[in-house]
């Protein structure tokens, strides 16, 4: 893709919509940065929206933010960047949750990469004594969101990751039970995070596509800090993110 410097940003001379990738920490914005060539600190806050957050970068028309840890400021953040792109008159054709998380094993292993074919609000809902119901099954909502399913294969096949369900927490399962609760309740899941279902809800509400990415830091499981491998993970999301530009230029929204 031929780039070429302008006002402080590079702007893609290839037909690349744009694409808002919202990581929740700067060590995972950055990694993501890193693929498309590095950044420039602080530039693009206020025209991204994100006023406050340092680390908003813009790359061609791929624009990188921390977001905020959670899902409910990961919303509140990936909102705030799609409404002024939108009264800017320059909107997103997709929004990219992306960042490092836990894998269950074995099918996630530590260093993988997760490209959710779904995005599920894993602990939104109630305890009941016959056990969890979500929003959905309480009749207040959904807890899913599905990425579009051309682009995941194509993203998984670029990248050489694997698809499965991602689940968002509020809470990080620390315990072989939960673990294990989780995985009977959604059998496909690959990944747990917690910030891809708020940044989906943000998309919808904008009408604009999501995918989420992951990179596996560690088991899903018992907390231990020893079997971390954070810096594996966010080398393997730059790796992959630099597998991706072909794909996204390949893809249009409106073609699906």
């Not at 680390?55 to 028309?61: E, F």
């Not at 800017?88 to 894998?103: C, E, K, N, R």
């Not at 109630?126 to 995941?152: C, I, K, M, N, Y």
């Not at 992959?240 to 230029?249: H, S």
Request: net charge negative.
């Amino acid at each position: 893709m031929e780039l070429q410097a302008r006002e402080g940003r590079l702007i893609a001379a290839a037909g690349l919509g744009r694409v808002l990738v919202a990581t929740a920490v700067p060590v995972e914005r950055d990694a993501v940065a890193k693929a498309f060539g590095g950044f420039s600190p602080g530039s693009g806050d206020e025209a991204l929206g994100v006023p406050g957050s340092s680390g908003a970068t813009a790359h061609g028309r791929l624009d990188v933010i921390d977001a905020g840890v959670g899902p409910a400021l990961a919303a509140a953040s990936t909102a705030s960047a799609l409404t002024a792109a939108a009264l800017q008159g320059t909107p997103y054709d997709l929004v990219v949750s992306a960042g490092i998380g836990g894998g269950f094993q074995p099918e996630a292993p530590v260093g993988a990469l997760v490209v959710a074919d779904e995005i599920v609000a894993a602990d939104l809902g109630a305890e009941t004594p016959d056990g969890f119901l979500s929003v959905t099954e309480l009749g207040f909502g959904t807890v899913r969101h599905h990425p579009p399913e051309d682009l995941v294969r194509r993203v998984a096949d670029a990248a050489g990751a694997r698809t499965g369900a991602v689940l968002t927490v509020s809470t990080v399962t620390g315990t072989a039970a939960r673990a294990t609760a989780l995985r009977e309740r959604h059998p496909t899941a690959l990944a747990e995070a917690m910030e891809g279902f708020g940044v989906a809800e943000a998309a919808g509400a904008h009408g604009v596509p999501v995918l989420e990415i992951r990179a596996i830091s560690n088991p899903v499981g018992p907390r231990d800090r020893a079997a971390w491998r954070i810096g594996d993970a966010l080398a393997a999301l730059t790796e992959g993110f630099g597998k991706l530009v072909p794909v996204l230029e390949g893809w249009n929204r409106h073609d699906q």
